[in-house]
């Protein structure tokens, strides 16, 4: 068993003895670093809440597939001094709200062990998972109601699994590798992508980052985590679904850790994901017959590879962790010729295109108003917008330096801006690897070039650089300069304008020059604390109304008493509505088999092979079923089985039931 290491938690106590011995346990090993994982629920409002990424009003969440996680590591020196804490989570944003919140509660427990320059919040980037956790934005076009409850859901995982990490230190070494995943990924958007100089497209084998780079974690015990970094937009699970789901990674991480045991914590990180697609037929389906099928052969792809990078990592991590951090206004940010190659520019407020509001044809299609590549102004379209949100027009000023975007809102050019300009940078160097900490979607290229910056400048130190995409903050995307002039929608939703990504090769290079010089690095304005500002709306659930005679927990539809391994059992329960507890970090659904007197758990709703659902009667809307589906595994054990559902219903009084519910027993043969 292991033995829990608190280091940092020693020191916030005073506990100097505790610390001495901990530190001369590492010195006398050959392990260089420090090394804990971390993972935590996550999920929050079931259903009656729009979800997160196709902007699409009636996308309305269901039901679950299966949950979210945070899954965290923690890596310090030996003397437990230097650290960082890297969080993958099944998100489709990290806002600043959630960074700061997250920051503050673990210095409350850790005291300075944990900053906002050190905690990197890196989101998966799932479409599946529901909003209302943004601050800004909730009163403007593409707004969504905030819900404090959510968002409490969601800062609490993240700390808790944080906090698993630090107490789970020990003395480890970490080892790396690098391999490519082939057919998990197609470039969506390749009419911008051509538009890069031939001489640059020719350096590169494919026009999608094919390279996996992960981190094996290994200390006394063995391995605990494993990390990896791999660019495709988890939109496997697509426009039209409606479960909550961590989609293609968050079904690879689960695999990974299924298959590994000994609690080992598995992340399939995010990177420049902005034009990569994993649905491969370029029309929003395939390969799979569909979402479903196309998210486990995505995810299979990777894991396949990550299995195979885990089992020969041989490359030891060694040398000093350092990280820099800085926050920096990208509104009439000026931009050195150096970078731009066309001379001084600068960046602009920020701003939505006419082909923003096209979407991504290939993952699903925007209004149908819009096509991306549109560069003309239309005033009808303008006038919509002005009479239906209120918005005012945008400046010349912001036009002209927004160049070949037409303008369909600015929230940027507001005053005050109704949209955060300030956007944070991080750059985390552990040994050899350097992460580059970017809020933002890049797309293919522009990663290339914004790593490539920060290599040129570390030199050999640095053997490899890996981009950690949509971390600490949301702002867009992030074109090459050659790609924003075709305005698809990449180019539409690159908010700064044409000069985005000089702007963040510009600042990278500058801690980058900083990290080698062992120099600090100026902070930069602080952004806007919009915790406490805006308004929340209450996740107030309509009381729950049953049948004559019936009772919460209740069968509504009974299982068959038997069913073969591949078979799909199918039932449902009489339930209340799941926004009255998320039941985060429990679960609503649990399969169980019988073993003697027991009843064994073997699958719950946080597994592939369940689905549930909350369906409600047309002409009792009160009335709620829990609607499960059980695909049988083909390698499940024959016997006796049952179904368990809990979960809160509301009476009409207002007063809280919780229930539980058990199905009658069937047989698998």
């Not at 590591?73 to 003397?79: D, G, P, S």
């Not at 804490?85 to 919140?101: K, M, N, P, R, Y």
Request: net charge negative.
């Amino acid at each position: 068993m292991r033995v829990s290491l608190r280091i940092a938690a020693a020191l916030a106590i005073g506990s100097v003895s505790m610390f001495v011995l901990l530190v001369a346990r590492a010195a006398d090993s050959d392990y260089s670093y420090l090394i804990g994982r971390g993972k935590a629920d996550i999920t929050g409002p079931a259903v009656g809440v729009q979800l997160w990424g196709f902007v699409r009003p009636d996308q309305i969440a269901e039901g679950i597939h299966f949950r979210l996680f945070s899954r965290a590591f923690v890596i310090a020196e030996r003397n437990g001094e230097k650290r960082i804490a890297f969080a993958s989570v099944d998100l489709g944003s990290v806002t600043h709200a959630i960074h700061q919140e997250v920051v503050e509660r673990l210095q409350k427990k850790y005291g300075n062990a944990y900053t906002e320059d050190n905690v990197i919040l890196s989101a998966t980037h799932t479409h599946s998972g529901p909003s209302g956790y943004w601050h800004y934005g909730t009163e403007g076009p593409i707004g969504m109601p905030f819900y404090q409850a959510h968002f409490e859901a969601i800062v609490q995982g993240i700390v808790d699994s944080i906090a698993q990490a630090h107490e789970d230190l020990q003395p480890g070494d970490i080892h790396l590798a690098e391999g490519t995943v082939e057919g998990a990924g197609a470039n969506r958007s390749t009419t911008a992508y051509l538009n890069n100089p031939e001489s640059e497209r020719a350096r590169y084998a494919a026009d999608t980052d094919t390279q996996m780079t992960l981190l094996k974690l290994v200390d006394v015990s063995g391995s605990i985590g494993m990390i990896n970094w791999f660019a495709s937009h988890p939109t496997a699970m697509n426009f039209f679904n409606r479960l909550i789901s961590g989609d293609h990674k968050g079904h690879a991480s689960a695999r990974f850790e299924a298959e590994a045991g000994n609690g080992l914590v598995a992340a399939f990180a995010q990177s420049n994901a902005g034009d990569i697609t994993p649905n491969l037929n370029l029309n929003n389906t395939g390969p799979g017959e569909n979402d479903v099928e196309t998210t486990r052969i995505i995810a299979e792809r990777q894991l396949d590879v990550s299995k195979k990078l885990f089992e020969a990592a041989s490359e030891k991590v060694q040398g000093a962790i350092l990280v820099l951090h800085a926050y920096v206004n990208m509104a009439y940010h000026p931009v050195s010729g150096e970078f731009t190659g066309a001379g001084d520019q600068r960046t602009c407020p920020s701003a939505f295109g006419y082909a923003f509001a096209a979407g991504s044809t290939e993952d699903g299609g925007g209004n149908p108003l819009f096509k991306e590549g549109m560069k003309i102004r239309s005033a009808m379209i303008d006038g919509v917008v002005e009479k239906q949100f209120h918005l005012p027009p945008p400046s010349d000023e912001c036009r002209e330096c927004q160049g070949e975007k037409v303008i369909l809102f600015a929230p940027g050019d507001m005053n005050p801006p109704a949209q955060s300009q300030i956007v944070p940078i991080t750059l985390a160097r552990v040994g050899q690897l350097t992460i580059v900490s970017v809020p933002a979607e890049f797309t293919t290229m522009a990663g290339r070039r914004l790593r490539e910056s920060v290599a040129k400048i570390l030199g050999d130190s640095s053997k490899h650089v890996v981009l950690a995409g949509y971390a600490n903050e949301y702002a867009g995307y992030v074109t090459t300069r050659e790609e924003y002039a075709t305005q698809q929608y990449e180019g539409g939703h690159t908010l700064f304008g044409p000069w985005t990504l000089a702007a963040y090769q510009q600042e990278f290079s500058r801690l980058a020059r900083a990290m080698v010089a062992g120099e600090p690095v100026d902070p930069g304005p602080a952004p806007i604390d919009m915790r406490g500002k805006v308004k929340g709306n209450a996740l107030e659930a309509p009381a729950d109304s049953l049948p004559a005679s019936a009772k919460f927990g209740d069968q509504a539809n009974a299982p068959k008493r038997s069913y073969k391994r591949g078979d799909t059992v199918e039932m449902a329960f009489w339930s209340g509505d799941p926004r009255n507890d998320f039941r985060t970090g429990n679960t609503f659904l649990r399969i169980e088999r019988k073993e003697g007197d027991k009843w064994i758990t073997v699958a719950a709703d946080n597994d592939w092979s369940t689905k549930c659902r909350w369906v409600r009667s047309a002409d009792k809307p009160t009335e709620l079923q829990f609607a499960v589906t059980w695909a049988i595994p083909a390698d499940t054990s024959p016997g006796a089985y049952r179904i368990v559902h809990e979960g809160n219903g509301k009476l009409s009084d207002g007063r809280a039931e919780r229930f539980t519910g058990t199905s009658s027993e069937f047989q698998i043969k």
